[in-house]
């Protein structure tokens, strides 16, 4: 379980994290729209796991420009939260693949067959 400390640099980071590639991005990653889906941080703070959802590009090219640059990203982010944070956490990048996931569930639910209950059936249950 993650303390209230964990959480509340796991909301900043997420912040400054969409902040960065909504605005500052643009030269790092191009047209490519990306929201920061979660973070979670590790108990020491040093580590950060940062979950990336992709738009508007291919994801796997756009994942290996954020691999490249992550040291740059991470510059970006200690210049936002350097202040307020003693250590600025390592980046650990990963690809959020809920969207798709759930998108895949959907259409799995959809395809069942599932045969409607007769109105004797519906009788007993009441």
Known sequence: MESKRQQKFNKLIQKEMGEIFQKEG???????????????????????RVYLSFLLDKDKVAFEIIEEKKGEIRKHLGNRIGKSVRIIPELAFFIDDSASYAQYMDKVINSLDIPEASDEEEEEED
């Open 26 to 48: 643009k030269h790092l990653i191009g047209n490519a729209f990306i929201t920061v889906s979660r973070v979670i941080i590790s108990p020491d703070l040093s580590v950060a």
